[in-house]
C-alpha cells in the first residue's frame, strides 16, 4: 500500500502537469504536484514543456492487500465491485471518452510503435470514413445487394445489348487489326507494351509463316500469333486519348507487372465497395412512403398520347420508388432528346404534391424553365388549386420577393426555375421532390447544393446525354435508372448534314423549311456574329420575321422572342446555344449550326434535338469554315455525330464523348491512377467482374464478445502506473468497452490515454494488443485464435474467395507466403517469422516461444488482413 502512495521522487524528473482535477471528498491526494521519474516509459516529455496546469491526481482506493500488480482481467473484474469506491473518485474525473476531442492526433512520442503504424495504416487505407456502429443486417443488405444486380443487369443489357443473365456480350480486347503503330497495349500476363505492326512470320515448329503481332516491352521485342493476340490484348488507352504510361513492362520481369495487375484489382474492388456504400448510405434515410391515390390514375389518362412502353416502365418505376419504397429516390431517366422525358416528371410531381408536398424543377436556361412552365400549366390546368409559379430574372425583385415568400409559406405548389432557386434565399417550406432537367450543365457548385437535397427528399434527374458518370453508376447499377430507348411511334430520324459553310447550302436548306410553313433555328456559338447572320437573311428572305435570341438579352426581349417563335409569328430564330436543351417547338424541323467545331459533342446533340420532334422530317445543318482548320480531336467528334444519326443514340454518343474527353472526367483522381496503372480496358474488365462478384465479396463481422483469444497471457501492469493512471478501473473498463464498440473507438481512446499518459508501459501496450486482435479479429469475421505447434490457427466464417482477395490484398509478400486457407481457418505458419525473430529450434516451437511475442506477431498478422477490409462489403 505504502509503495502506491509513495510519490515519485521530484528531483529525477521535470514536473509533469496534467490538468487539473478536483478530488471527491473520499478520494486521497498526493499534493499538488506528482513527478515521474524520467525512466518510466509513460511520461509525456513534450507535452510536460507545454502544459502549465498544477495537477492534482487522486489516488486510487484500495485495501491494504490490494497487490502492487493489477492484471488487466483484475482490473476489469474489480470493477463492479468497486464501483462504489469507483464512484468516490469518478464524479468529477475526466473518462478518457470525454477528453478534449483531438482524437486524430498522434500521441507525439509513440509514432513508432506497432499501434500508432496500425492507427496510420487504418485511416490511410480505410479513409476518413468511419464505420459507425452497423445498421444493416444480413437479411437488408441482401436485399439490396440483389437489387443492384439487377439493375445492374438492366442497366447493361439496355446500353450495350448484353445478353440476360451475365456479363455476356462484353469484350474488351482489342481487335489487333485495328491497332495503329504505337498505340499502347496490355497483355494481361507480361503487361504493358508498345504496337509495332502486324507481320508473317515462320514460328519454331512450322514451316508456314502466320501473321504476328510485334510488340515492344521495355527489355525487348515479342511476337503472338494473332490469333492469341485477339484473346489476350487489351487497349492500354482508348483510342482518341493520349495517355502514356509511365514505362513498358519487361519480359524479363513478369512479377513486377504481376503486382501492378492484383494492385489494380484490388483498387478496383476497393471502388466497387466504395460505391455500393455510398449507396447503401443513401438507402438507408426514410421517409414515409407516399399514399397511392385514384387521382394519380386520373391524371395519367389525362396524358394525351399513348406512352411508350420504355414511358410506361419509367412511370411505373418512378412511382414505385415514391409509393412503395421508404427512402427518398434518386432515379436518372435517361432517355434520347424527345423521347418523352417530361410525362414521367409531371406524373412524380403530381403524386407528391396530392400529398401536400412542394416539387420544384430546376431547368439549366431561363429559356426551358418557361417552357417547363408552360408545358406544366397546361398539364395541370384541369386542378385550379394547383399553383405553378416560374421564378425567373424576367421578374422585378417584388414579384420575386413575393414569390420567395410563397414559396416559404408553402403556397406555391410546383416552383419552375434555373439554378437561381439553390440559392439561400430560397427557403422552402415543404419542399418534397426536385426534379433537375440536364444536371450535367450545372456547375460544381450547383451539383454539390443538388447532391446535397438527395439525402432528404426525392430527386429525379431527367437527362438526354447523360454525363458519363451518370451513365457510368447508372451502369453498374449503384444508382436508380430508368431508360427510354424507344422513341414515341411515327418519329422520323433527323438528317444530319455536314459540310463546309456554303451561303448557297444555307440558303436552300431554309427554303426548304419555309416552303413547307415550318420555322428554322439557326445557332451561332457565340453572340458576335448573330448580326451579321441576320443582315444576310433579312436578305435573303426579305417578307420573313427573323429575329435574334441569346442570353445577354434584356429579359423582356428575350422572353417575348421566345414566346413569338414559339407560337409561330417568328419563322427564323438566329441564336446561341441558349436554345441548347429541352426545348420543344413542334413546328421547328430545320437547324442551322454556323462553326459546329466550336460546340461540344453532347452540346450538338442536344441542338440536334431541337428539330424532329413530331412526326415531320427534319434537318440539322452542320457547317464548318473549313476542313483544314478543323482539329483532329474536333474532326472525330463531327464524325460521331454524323455516325449517330439514328434514333435514340444518345447513349453511344455519350461513350464516345467520354472517349474523347478523356477518363479523368469519370473518375476521381485516385481512380485515374488506378486506371493508369493497368489500362482503361483491363480496368473495366475489372471492374465489371468486380461488380458481378459484389455478392461474393463480403465479409460478416462476429460479435466482439465471441472472439476467443487463446493465449493465455495476463501481464501485470506495475503499480506505479496503477497509480498514475487517475482512474484505473475506469481506464480498464472503458478500454474494453470501445474494443467492443469498433476499431475507431478504441483508436480513439488509445491516443487519448497516451496524450494524457504518454506512451504505456510494456504491459499496458500488450494489454492494448490484446484488445486490437479481438477487434480486428470480430471485424474479420475471426471467431478464435490459437496456437497449434509451428502454426497460429484462426477460426473464421470468411469464404476461399474472400481469403483470395484478402491474400491480395496484402502489401507483405512474407505474410502472402505464410497464409494458407482451409476448412475455414486462416493458418499462419512459422516458418517465415521463425527467422525474423532468429528461433532456432523446430518443433513445437509456437508454445516455446514468449506468449507477447506471439502476440505481437498475430498483431502484426491481423493489421495486414484488416488492410483488406475496405475491398470487402462488410456486414
Ligand atoms: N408517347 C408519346 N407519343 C407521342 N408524343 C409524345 C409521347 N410522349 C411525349 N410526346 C411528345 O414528344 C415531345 C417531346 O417530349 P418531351 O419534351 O417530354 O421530351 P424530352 O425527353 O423531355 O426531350 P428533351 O430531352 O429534349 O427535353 C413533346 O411534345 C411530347 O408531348
Same mark, same amino acid.
Given at each position: 500500500?505504502?509503495?502506491?502512495?509513495?510519490?515519485?521522487?521530484?528531483?529525477q524528473?521535470?514536473l509533469?502537469? #496534467?490538468?487539473?482535477f478536483?478530488?471527491g471528498?473520499n478520494?486521497?491526494?498526493?499534493?499538488?504536484?506528482?513527478?515521474?521519474?524520467?525512466?518510466?516509459?509513460?511520461?509525456?516529455k513534450n507535452?510536460?514543456?507545454k502544459?502549465?496546469?498544477?495537477v492534482v491526481i487522486k489516488?486510487?482506493?484500495r485495501s491494504?492487500?490490494?497487490?502492487?500488480?493489477?492484471?488487466?482481467?483484475?482490473?476489469?473484474?474489480?470493477?463492479?465491485?468497486?464501483s462504489?469506491?469507483?464512484s468516490?473518485?469518478s464524479?468529477?474525473?475526466?473518462?478518457?471518452?470525454?477528453?478534449p476531442?483531438?482524437?486524430?492526433e498522434?500521441?507525439d512520442?509513440?509514432?513508432?510503435d506497432?499501434?500508432?503504424l496500425?492507427?496510420?495504416?487504418?485511416?490511410?487505407?480505410?479513409?476518413?470514413?468511419?464505420?459507425?456502429?452497423r445498421?444493416?443486417d444480413?437479411e437488408?443488405?441482401?436485399?439490396?445487394?440483389?437489387?443492384?444486380?439487377?439493375?445492374?443487369?438492366?442497366?447493361?443489357?439496355?446500353l450495350?445489348?448484353?445478353?440476360p443473365?451475365?456479363?455476356?456480350?462484353?469484350?474488351y480486347?482489342?481487335d489487333?487489326?485495328?491497332l495503329?503503330?504505337?498505340? =499502347?497495349?496490355?497483355?494481361?500476363?507480361v503487361?504493358?507494351?508498345?504496337?509495332?505492326?502486324?507481320?508473317?512470320?515462320?514460328?519454331?515448329?512450322?514451316?508456314?509463316?502466320?501473321?504476328?503481332?510485334?510488340?515492344?516491352?521495355?527489355?525487348?521485342?515479342? $511476337?503472338l500469333?494473332?490469333?492469341?493476340?485477339?484473346?489476350?490484348?487489351?487497349?492500354?488507352?482508348l483510342?482518341?486519348?493520349?495517355?502514356?504510361?509511365r514505362?513498358?513492362?519487361?519480359?524479363?520481369?513478369t512479377?513486377t507487372?504481376?503486382?501492378?495487375?492484383?494492385?489494380?484489382?484490388?483498387?478496383?474492388q476497393?471502388?466497387?465497395?466504395?460505391?455500393?456504400?455510398?449507396y447503401?448510405h443513401?438507402?438507408k434515410?426514410?421517409r414515409p412512403?407516399?399514399?397511392?391515390?385514384?387521382?394519380m390514375?386520373?391524371?395519367?389518362s389525362q396524358?394525351?398520347?399513348?406512352?411508350?412502353?420504355?414511358?410506361?416502365?419509367?412511370?411505373?418505376?418512378v412511382?414505385?420508388?415514391?409509393?412503395?419504397?421508404?427512402?427518398?429516390?434518386?432515379? #436518372?431517366i435517361?432517355?434520347d432528346v424527345g423521347?418523352?422525358?417530361?410525362?414521367?416528371?409531371?406524373?412524380a410531381?403530381?403524386?407528391?404534391?396530392s400529398?401536400?408536398?412542394?416539387?420544384?424543377?430546376?431547368?439549366?436556361t431561363?429559356?426551358?424553365?418557361?417552357?417547363h =412552365?408552360d408545358?406544366?400549366?397546361?398539364?395541370?390546368?384541369?386542378?385550379?388549386?394547383?399553383?405553378?409559379?416560374?421564378?425567373?430574372?424576367?421578374q422585378?425583385k417584388a414579384?420575386?420577393?413575393n414569390?420567395?415568400?410563397?414559396?416559404?409559406?408553402?403556397?406555391?405548389?410546383i416552383?419552375?426555375?434555373?439554378?437561381?432557386?439553390?440559392?439561400?434565399?430560397?427557403?422552402?417550406? $415543404?419542399?418534397?421532390?426536385?426534379?433537375?432537367d440536364e444536371e450535367?450543365?450545372?456547375?460544381?457548385k450547383q451539383k454539390?447544393?443538388?447532391?446535397?437535397?438527395?439525402t432528404?427528399?426525392?430527386v429525379?434527374?431527367?437527362s438526354?446525354?447523360?454525363?458519363?458518370?451518370t451513365l457510368?453508376l447508372?451502369?453498374?447499377?449503384?444508382r436508380?435508372?430508368?431508360?427510354?430507348?424507344?422513341?414515341?411511334?411515327?418519329r422520323?430520324?433527323?438528317?444530319?448534314?455536314?459540310?463546309?459553310?456554303?451561303?448557297?447550302k444555307?440558303?436552300?436548306?431554309?427554303?426548304?423549311?419555309?416552303?413547307?410553313?415550318?420555322?428554322?433555328?439557326?445557332?451561332?456559338?457565340?453572340?458576335?456574329?448573330?448580326?451579321?447572320?441576320r443582315?444576310?437573311?433579312?436578305?435573303?428572305?426579305?417578307?420573313?420575321?427573323?429575329?435574334i435570341?441569346?442570353?445577354?438579352q434584356y429579359?423582356?426581349?428575350?422572353?417575348?422572342t421566345?414566346?413569338?417563335?414559339?407560337?409561330?409569328e417568328?419563322?427564323?430564330?438566329?441564336?446561341?446555344?441558349?436554345?441548347?436543351s429541352?426545348?420543344?417547338?413542334?413546328?421547328?424541323?430545320?437547324?442551322?449550326?454556323?462553326?459546329?467545331?466550336?460546340?461540344? #459533342?453532347?452540346?450538338?446533340?442536344?441542338l440536334?434535338?431541337?428539330?424532329?420532334?413530331?412526326? $415531320?422530317?427534319?434537318?440539322?445543318y452542320?457547317?464548318?469554315?473549313?476542313?483544314?482548320? #478543323?482539329?483532329?480531336?474536333?474532326?472525330?467528334?463531327?464524325?460521331?455525330?454524323?455516325?449517330?444519326?439514328?434514333?435514340?443514340?444518345?447513349?453511344?454518343?455519350?461513350?464516345r464523348d467520354?472517349?474523347?474527353r478523356?477518363?479523368?472526367?469519370?473518375?476521381?483522381?485516385?481512380?485515374?491512377g488506378?486506371?493508369?496503372?493497368?489500362?482503361i480496358?483491363?480496368?473495366?474488365?475489372m471492374?465489371?467482374?468486380?461488380?458481378?462478384?459484389?455478392?461474393?465479396?463480403?465479409?460478416?463481422?462476429?460479435p466482439?464478445q465471441?472472439?476467443?483469444?487463446?493465449?493465455?497471457?495476463?501481464?501485470h501492469?506495475?503499480?506505479?502506473?496503477?497509480?498514475?493512471?487517475?482512474?484505473?478501473?475506469?481506464?480498464?473498463?472503458?478500454?474494453e468497452?470501445?474494443?467492443e464498440?469498433d476499431i475507431?473507438?478504441?483508436?480513439?481512446?488509445?491516443?487519448?490515454?497516451?496524450?494524457?499518459?504518454?506512451?504505456e508501459?510494456f504491459?499496458?501496450e500488450?494489454?492494448?494488443?490484446?484488445?486490437?486482435?479481438?477487434?480486428?479479429?470480430?471485424?474479420?469475421?475471426?471467431?478464435?485464435?490459437?496456437a497449434?505447434r509451428k502454426?497460429v490457427?484462426?477460426?473464421?466464417?470468411i469464404?476461399?474467395?474472400v481469403?483470395?482477395?484478402?491474400?491480395?490484398?496484402?502489401?507483405?509478400?512474407?505474410?502472402r507466403?505464410s497464409l494458407?486457407f482451409?476448412?475455414g481457418?486462416?493458418?499462419?505458419?512459422f516458418?517465415?517469422?521463425?527467422?525474423?525473430?532468429?528461433?532456432?529450434?523446430?518443433?513445437?516451437?509456437?508454445?516455446?516461444?514468449?506468449?507477447?511475442?506471439?502476440?505481437?506477431?498475430?498483431f502484426?498478422?491481423?493489421?495486414e488482413?484488416?488492410?483488406?477490409?475496405?475491398?470487402?462489403i462488410?456486414?
Open positions: 500500500m505504502a509503495s502506491l502512495r509513495t510519490p515519485l521522487s521530484i528531483s524528473t521535470p509533469l502537469h #496534467l490538468p487539473k478536483h478530488c471528498n478520494t486521497n491526494t498526493w499534493g499538488a504536484c506528482l513527478n515521474v521519474p524520467k525512466k518510466a516509459c509513460f511520461t509525456h507535452k510536460l514543456k502544459k502549465n496546469n498544477v489516488n486510487v482506493i491494504s492487500s490490494s497487490p502492487s500488480k493489477l492484471s488487466f482481467e483484475e482490473l476489469a473484474s474489480s470493477s463492479s465491485s468497486s462504489s469506491s469507483s468516490l473518485y464524479s468529477r474525473a475526466i473518462s478518457i471518452s470525454k477528453l476531442a483531438r482524437t486524430r498522434k500521441a512520442n509513440a509514432d513508432n506497432a499501434i500508432s496500425l492507427h496510420e495504416r487504418i485511416r490511410r487505407e480505410h479513409g476518413k470514413r468511419e464505420l459507425g456502429p445498421t444493416m444480413s437488408e443488405a441482401d436485399k439490396y445487394i440483389k437489387l443492384v444486380k439487377e439493375q445492374q443487369q438492366r442497366g447493361l443489357q439496355k450495350r445489348g448484353a445478353t443473365g451475365g456479363g455476356g456480350g462484353f469484350s480486347k482489342v489487333p487489326y485495328t495503329r503503330s504505337g498505340d =499502347y497495349v496490355v497483355h494481361k500476363k503487361g504493358i507494351g508498345r504496337f509495332v505492326s502486324i507481320k508473317f512470320d515462320v514460328s519454331k515448329d512450322s514451316s508456314e509463316p502466320i501473321e504476328y503481332v510485334f510488340i515492344e516491352y521495355g527489355d525487348g521485342m515479342a $511476337k500469333p494473332v490469333k492469341q493476340a485477339s484473346r489476350m490484348l487489351y487497349r492500354y488507352s483510342p482518341n486519348e493520349t495517355k502514356r504510361p514505362s513498358l513492362s519487361k519480359l524479363n520481369d512479377a507487372w504481376e503486382k501492378r495487375r492484383i494492385k489494380g484489382k484490388v483498387a478496383v476497393k471502388m466497387v465497395v466504395d460505391l455500393m456504400e455510398l447503401l443513401r438507402l434515410q426514410k412512403p407516399y399514399p397511392k391515390t385514384s387521382a390514375a386520373e391524371f395519367a396524358f394525351p398520347f399513348r406512352p411508350t412502353p420504355d414511358q410506361n416502365q419509367a412511370f411505373m418505376d412511382e414505385r420508388d415514391l409509393t412503395e419504397r421508404d427512402n427518398p429516390m434518386d432515379r #436518372l435517361c432517355g423521347f418523352g422525358k417530361t410525362e414521367v416528371a409531371l406524373r410531381i403530381f403524386c407528391v404534391i400529398a401536400g408536398k412542394q416539387a420544384m424543377i430546376l431547368a439549366p431561363i429559356v426551358l424553365a418557361k417552357q =412552365y408545358v406544366i400549366s397546361e398539364r395541370f390546368s384541369r386542378y385550379p388549386h394547383i399553383e405553378v409559379g416560374l421564378l425567373s430574372r424576367f422585378t414579384e420575386k420577393e414569390y420567395l415568400q410563397m414559396i416559404k409559406h408553402g403556397h406555391l405548389d416552383i419552375v426555375g434555373t439554378h437561381s432557386l439553390l440559392g439561400n434565399r430560397v427557403v422552402y417550406g $415543404k419542399l418534397g421532390l426536385l426534379v433537375v450535367q450543365r450545372f456547375g460544381v454539390e447544393k443538388i447532391a446535397s437535397f438527395k432528404s427528399i426525392d429525379l434527374t431527367l438526354a446525354t447523360p454525363i458519363p458518370r457510368y447508372a451502369l453498374t447499377g449503384f436508380d435508372a430508368s431508360l427510354i430507348s424507344t422513341p414515341p411511334p411515327e422520323v430520324p433527323i438528317r444530319t448534314h455536314l459540310s463546309a459553310f456554303i451561303k448557297e444555307v440558303k436552300l436548306a431554309i427554303k426548304h423549311e419555309l416552303d413547307r410553313d415550318g420555322q428554322v433555328f439557326y445557332v451561332l456559338p457565340r453572340i458576335k456574329g448573330l448580326e451579321e447572320v443582315e444576310f437573311l433579312e436578305e435573303s428572305f426579305p417578307n420573313i420575321d427573323i429575329a435570341a441569346h442570353g445577354k429579359s423582356k426581349q428575350l422572353e417575348d421566345m414566346e413569338r417563335f414559339a407560337q409561330g417568328i419563322k427564323i430564330l438566329i441564336c446561341t446555344n441558349i436554345v441548347e429541352g426545348l420543344d417547338i413542334q413546328n421547328a424541323n430545320t437547324i442551322i449550326v454556323q462553326d459546329v467545331q466550336q460546340f461540344g #459533342l453532347a452540346q450538338l446533340y442536344q440536334r434535338g431541337r428539330v424532329g420532334r413530331a412526326d $415531320k422530317e427534319a434537318h440539322a452542320l457547317f464548318y469554315p473549313d476542313k483544314s482548320m #478543323l482539329t483532329d480531336q474536333a474532326l472525330e467528334r463531327l464524325a460521331a455525330l454524323e455516325e449517330c444519326c439514328e434514333l435514340g443514340q444518345g447513349f453511344q454518343l455519350a461513350e467520354m472517349a474523347i478523356g477518363f479523368g472526367n469519370i473518375f476521381g483522381e485516385q481512380q485515374t488506378d486506371v493508369g496503372n493497368v489500362g480496358d483491363l480496368f473495366f474488365e471492374l465489371f467482374e468486380s461488380l458481378s462478384k459484389v455478392d461474393e465479396h463480403r465479409i460478416i463481422s462476429v466482439y465471441s472472439v476467443q483469444l487463446e493465449l493465455n497471457i495476463n501481464p501492469l506495475p503499480s506505479e502506473y496503477i497509480n498514475y493512471l487517475e482512474n484505473p478501473i475506469e481506464i480498464i473498463n472503458e478500454a468497452r470501445t474494443a464498440e475507431w473507438s478504441l483508436m480513439q481512446f488509445t491516443e487519448n490515454l497516451r496524450r494524457h499518459y504518454g506512451k508501459p504491459s499496458m500488450i494489454l492494448l494488443k490484446k484488445l486490437y486482435v479481438k477487434r480486428m479479429s470480430a471485424d474479420l469475421g475471426i471467431t478464435r485464435i490459437y497449434s502454426m490457427v484462426m477460426e473464421t466464417n469464404n476461399k474467395k481469403f483470395r482477395l484478402i491474400i491480395d490484398s496484402l502489401s507483405s509478400d512474407m505474410y507466403n494458407v482451409e476448412d481457418q486462416i493458418k499462419l505458419t516458418t517465415v517469422e521463425c527467422r525474423l525473430i532468429s528461433f532456432s529450434s523446430q518443433a513445437e516451437l509456437l508454445l516455446e516461444l514468449p506468449r507477447e511475442q506471439l502476440l505481437n506477431w498475430i502484426q498478422c491481423l493489421a488482413l484488416y488492410a483488406a477490409l475496405p475491398a470487402l462488410k456486414y
